[in-house]
T-cell receptor, first 113, second 112 residues
Framework: DGGITQSPKYLFRKEGQNVTLSCEQN?????MYWYRQDPGQGLRLIYY???????QKGDIAEGYSVSREKKESFPLTVTSAQKNPTAFYLCASTSSGGFEKLFFGSGTQLSVL | RKEVEQDPGPFNVPEGATVAFNCTYS??????FFWYRQDCRKEPKLLMSVYSSGNEDGRFTAQLNRASQYISLLIRDSKLSDSATYLCVVNIEQTGANNLFFGTGTRLTVIP
C-alpha cells in the first residue's frame, strides 16, 4: 500500500546534539512538508520542498535543516541551535499542481533529556 | 492577524447532540478549504473538503461563505467516537506554490 512513513515514533535528544527525523513516501508525490505541533497549537511549517534538490524555509525554519536528494525522502535534522525542540513533528506530502489533500505520516514525538 | 482562526474550545456535548464549528480566514485569495480530524498524538486525517456549494457526508456537513470568509462544520447526532480535535485548513496558492495554513484546532468531547 502507498503511504508516508516517519521514524522513529519517539526520539530523545541530549543537549547540544543533532538528531535526524526520517520521512519516506511511496506515493510519487512531488511536494513534501515538515510541520511542528506544540500542545494546544496548530501545525507550523518548518520546511517544504516542491521538487527534488530544492526546498524552502517555512515559518519556523531556524534551528532546523533538510535535504531532498531523492523524491521519496525528506529528512529533517533538528540541530543544537534549536533551543526548544520538544514537540510533535509531522511530515506530509501532496502531489503538486492542484488542490490536493495532504497525506501525513504518523508523527515523531521529540523530547529533550 | 492569523491566516486562519478557530475557537479552540473545548466543546463538551452529550451524545446525540448537534454541534457546529466555525473557522475564519483572512486572505480573500484563499482557494481551497478542508476540515481535518486529529486524535491525540496522531496524525491529522482528512475529514472533508469544503466546496462553494456546501457538501455533506453522512452526519457531517461543511459550508463555505466566501463573502464573510468563513467555513463551518456541522456534526449531527454526535457519537463518542467523534471526540477529537478538528483542524481547519486553507490553501492559498501563491507564486505557483501551494501554501497551506492550519487553524489551531477545535477540541470536541462527546459525553455519554
Amino acid at each position: 500500500d502507498g503511504g508516508i512513513t516517519q521514524s522513529p515514533k519517539y526520539l530523545f535528544r541530549k543537549e547540544g546534539q543533532n538528531v535526524t527525523l526520517s520521512c519516506e513516501q511511496n506515493l510519487n508525490h512531488d511536494a513534501m512538508y515538515w510541520y511542528r505541533q506544540d500542545p494546544g497549537q496548530g501545525l507550523r511549517l518548518i520546511y517544504y520542498s516542491q521538487i527534488v534538490n530544492d526546498f524552502q524555509k517555512g515559518d519556523i525554519a531556524e534551528g532546523y535543516s533538510v535535504s531532498r536528494e531523492k523524491k521519496e525522502s525528506f529528512p529533517l535534522t533538528v540541530t543544537s541551535a534549536q533551543k526548544n525542540p520538544t514537540a510533535f513533528y509531522l511530515c506530509a506530502s501532496t502531489s503538486s499542481g492542484g488542490f490536493e489533500k495532504l497525506f501525513f505520516g504518523s508523527g515523531t514525538q521529540l523530547s529533550v533529556l | 492577524r492569523k491566516e486562519v482562526e478557530q475557537d479552540p474550545g473545548p466543546f463538551n456535548v452529550p451524545e446525540g447532540a448537534t454541534v457546529a464549528f466555525n473557522c475564519t480566514y483572512s486572505n480573500s485569495a484563499s482557494q481551497s478549504f478542508f476540515w481535518y480530524r486529529q486524535d491525540c498524538r496522531k496524525e491529522p486525517k482528512l475529514l472533508m473538503s469544503v466546496y462553494s456549494s456546501g457538501n455533506e457526508d453522512g452526519r457531517f456537513t461543511a459550508q463555505l461563505n466566501r463573502a464573510s470568509q468563513y467555513i463551518s462544520l456541522l456534526i449531527r447526532d454526535s457519537k463518542l467516537s467523534d471526540s477529537a480535535t478538528y483542524l481547519c485548513v486553507v490553501n492559498i496558492e501563491q507564486t505557483g506554490a501551494n501554501n497551506l495554513f492550519f487553524g489551531t484546532g477545535t477540541r470536541l468531547t462527546v459525553i455519554p
